[in-house]
Every structure is written in structure tokens, then in C-alpha cells.
């Protein structure tokens, strides 16, 4: 009997120690997939604030529209300036959201292809 338990408690050692490391490219994958989480939401937050600027910016255009003068050609055109710039860095917000998305979809496939494989077998 003392024999029996001596080897049932190898074996479950053996299968805790094999699951220990089955689990870690799983839990770094999780994390991998959690750090590519929140870089998105900081993305997705700057680029709501982004496009706040850009409304009010496209607002006060509308408004100088039909202003006549120096003083208005001159804030047109500072407007037009911040509004491309606004634009551009919007763009290469977007992409850098599609490729961390890109990313993360790559890291799931992965994740759920360790655990479609995951398999922990006593000894």
C-alpha cells in the first residue's frame, strides 16, 4: 500500500510539474495578448480626443467661412493647417491600431492552438 501511494504521489508530482510548464507560453500569451489590449485602448482614447479636435476645428472653418478680412484669411488658414496635421496623426493612429489588432489576432490563433494541443498525461 505505502509502495502504491508512494507512486501515485510521483505521479501527480510528475503531472503538476508537466502542467507548470505546459501553462507558462500559455500564461506569457495571455499577457502578451493583455499588453496588446491596452495599448489599443490608449490608442483608441487618444485618437476619440484626436477626433474631438478635429470637430471643433472643422467647426470654427465653417464658421470663418463667410468672415471677410486679413485677420480671418489668416485664422483659415492656421485652422486648415491643424486640421491636416490633426488628419495625418489620426492616420497613423489608425494604423498602428490595425496592426496591434493584426497582432492580437495572431497571438489568439496561437493561444488557442496551445490549448487545442494542450494534453497532460500521467506518467
Not at 507558462?24 to 484626436?50: K, N
Not at 496623426?89 to 495572431?106: F, K, N, V
Request: glycine share 4%; no cysteine.
Amino acid at each position: 500500500d505505502e509502495a502504491r501511494l508512494e507512486q501515485r504521489v510521483r505521479i501527480v508530482d510528475e503531472g503538476v510539474a508537466q502542467v507548470l510548464h505546459l501553462e507558462e507560453p500559455i500564461v506569457d500569451l495571455r499577457r502578451q495578448i493583455g499588453r496588446i489590449d491596452s495599448e489599443i485602448e490608449s490608442l483608441r482614447r487618444r485618437e476619440d480626443v484626436l477626433n474631438r479636435r478635429v470637430e471643433q476645428h472643422r467647426n470654427n472653418l465653417r464658421r470663418l467661412k463667410d468672415m471677410k478680412g486679413a485677420e480671418a484669411e489668416r485664422m483659415r488658414q492656421e485652422r486648415a493647417v491643424q486640421l491636416e496635421a490633426f488628419t495625418k496623426e489620426g492616420d497613423a493612429i489608425a494604423r498602428e491600431i490595425l496592426t496591434l489588432e493584426e497582432q492580437r489576432e495572431q497571438k489568439v490563433i496561437e493561444l488557442e492552438d496551445k490549448l487545442e494541443t494542450l494534453t497532460i498525461e500521467a506518467k
